[in-house]
């Protein structure tokens, strides 16, 4: 992990990462994370077991011996990691080096972004089960550099992300998707079917992160100044005061890039689960939402300006 990584985390993974079993077939990796070594946003990678024993992790996390004994003991076959924005994805290279056999899917953008961070190497065409590479073979890619290489075989784009039929059929039986273009991140969203819990990333937050500082030495809601704790003041959820403020947080930060099209997706998730009797919540920023009336709640505190239209 490169230093300005180190500065986002706090403390030793393997004491500070919560494992919890959500559900038969949902585990939750939370740990402390600070956006920019300040804001307590806690992180979380979700771990989902499919029907066929394969497994998806969702924002992956640091990779603990923990958490290889987790997967290890579920068969190993982790075979899709998800990087479900432009933000979510610093561990990605150490998971599909331990993973190969892992397919990657990832919103359009954020191969460029990592080469630019230096965190892969630059191909003039990466491959994607859409977009294959012309004479791959006569050009290997370099390594690298942190020492490994791969492509993204399935990369979201507004104009693709509900006709990437190349997704195996059980992936599509297990998860409706989403892909929020429109989002200042580009999110990548899923619905767990047989759960009916919503798994995102920065869609929306629900801070303090409780558990995901559980094991940390420090609080989720102390220290790190005023700044710290106006931009929680934001990002809660628990009042119907709180959800206006994050909702108008999204309305003027997140989706102003194009609300009409932000709107179109947010009503397309609402159609999953707040319709039909709920929704759990997993948030990658702080706490999970169990209870699905409290979810769709929640949903429609904070996207009440889109579902309104």
């Known amino acids: ?19 919890r079993q959500l559900t038969p077939e949902i585990i939750t990796f939370s740990v402390p994370f600070s956006r920019f070594g300040v804001l307590k946003f806690g992180g979380r990678g979700t771990l989902i077991k499919l029907p066929s024993n394969n497994l998806l992790v969702f924002s992956p996390v640091t990779l603990t011996s923990q958490i290889r004994t987790v997967i290890s003991n579920l068969g190993g076959k982790v075979r899709y990691l998800v990087a479900p924005d432009i933000e979510h994805h610093i561990h990605l290279s150490a998971w599909k080096t331990a993973y190969p056999e892992a397919q990657i899917l990832a919103p359009e953008g ?14 003039d065409q990466h491959a994607t089960n859409d977009h294959p590479p012309t004479d791959a073979a006569n050009h290997p890619p370099p390594a690298s550099s942190d020492g490994v290489d791969f492509t993204f075989d399935y990369i979201f784009t507004p104009t693709n992300q509900h006709t990437l039929t190349t997704l195996p059929a059980e992936f599509r039986a297990t998860f409706e998707i989403e892909y929020i273009h429109s989002h ?7 619905f767990h079917k047989p759960s009916r819990y919503l798994i995102q990333a920065d869609l929306l937050f629900n801070l303090p992160a409780w558990e995901q500082y559980s094991l940390a030495e420090e609080d989720a809601d102390a220290g790190a100044g005023w700044w710290n ?3 929680m003041g934001w990002m809660k959820t628990a009042t119907e005061a709180e959800r ?11 989706a102003a890039g194009d609300r009409k099209a932000f709107g179109e997706s947010v009503r397309r998730i609402a159609a999953w689960g707040v319709g039909a009797g709920g929704m759990g919540i997993v948030p990658c920023h702080g706490d999970v939402i169990e209870d699905p009336g409290t979810g769709k709640e929640v949903f429609e505190g904070v996207f009440r300006d889109f579902l309104k239209e």
């Open 229 to 231: 704790r106006m931009f």
């Open 184 to 190: 200042a991140n580009r999110e990548i969203v899923l």
């Open 110 to 123: 954020l191969y460029e972004r990592r080469v630019k961070q230096g965190l892969h190497p630059k191909q």
């Open 244 to 254: 206006k403020a994050q909702a108008r947080f999204i309305w003027w930060v997140l």
């Open 1 to 19: 992990m490169s230093n300005s990584s180190n500065k986002l985390f706090t403390g030793d993974p393997n004491k500070v990462t919560v494992i």
